[in-house]
């Protein structure tokens, strides 16, 4: 069975930094390309980031290019999301998923909250 | 970037009765390999979004058949044959095709 878990998502002041993981397991990391989606509270799916099977080709939203880090780890079979200079407006459930032409499996999602 | 439109943003429906979601892209979403990279999620009330479709016209394994993706280019459209009340939720589209990927804004799906 495929399984996608977030974790590391908190409450961080604007400003502050976060890594989120993505733990997956049941099928063969290292084949696929990953996508992290954000939801804000209330609002519609945005696209964030995605990287490459071997990390070698990573993309990002305008909205964060330049803030966040998109990157794995293929012998841990983890995908990362490094978060700096943050917002109020980057507040959302964050989602990995699976693929990144029109992902099909995606985790529960990790909350972070940007407030002082 | 690609911009994503999807109408109508709000749909109520009766059950048993057909409900139409109208997806389009602002360039041609056709890839340089000549696949057409457009999806269709389906997410429930607090839950994660599920695929329903992929490559404009594929059902996702376990998806009912009542589901359908047509469309080419840049105007595509998912279809529900007979609305169960479980449909409720929102459908998004999304492109796969250029960067940055870009959602629709989603439509909500509810009974009337």
């Known amino acids: 069975e495929v399984q996608l878990v977030e974790s590391g998502g908190e409450l961080v002041q604007p400003g502050g930094s976060l890594r989120l993981s993505c733990a997956t397991s049941g099928f063969s990391f290292s084949n696929y390309d990953m996508t992290w989606v954000r939801q804000a509270p209330g609002k519609g799916l945005e696209w964030v980031s995605a990287?490459?099977?071997?990390?070698?080709?990573?993309n990002y939203a305008d909205s964060v290019k330049g803030r966040f880090t998109i990157s794995r780890d293929n012998s841990k079979n983890t995908l990362y999301l490094q978060m700096n200079s943050l917002r109020a407006e980057d507040t959302a459930l964050y989602y990995c998923?699976?693929?990144?032409?029109?992902?099909?499996?995606w985790g529960q999602g990790t909350l972070v909250t940007v407030s002082s | 970037d690609v911009v994503v439109t999807q109408s109508p943003l709000s749909l109520p429906v009766t059950l048993g009765q057909p409900a139409s979601i109208s997806c389009r892209s602002s360039q041609s979403l056709v890839y340089s390999n000549g696949n057409t990279y457009l999806s269709w999620f389906q997410q429930r009330p607090g839950q994660s979004p599920r695929r329903l479709i992929y490559?404009?016209?594929n059902r996702d394994s376990g998806v009912p058949d009542r589901f359908s993706g047509s469309g080419s280019g840049t105007d595509f459209t998912l279809k529900i044959s007979r609305v169960e009340a479980e449909d409720v939720g929102v459908y998004y589209c999304m492109q796969g095709t250029h960067w940055p990927r870009t959602f629709g804004q989603g439509t909500k799906v509810d009974i009337k």
């Open positions: 998923a699976r693929d990144w032409t029109g992902p099909e499996y």
């Open positions: 490559k404009v016209s």
């Open positions: 990287i490459s099977r071997d990390g070698g080709s990573t």
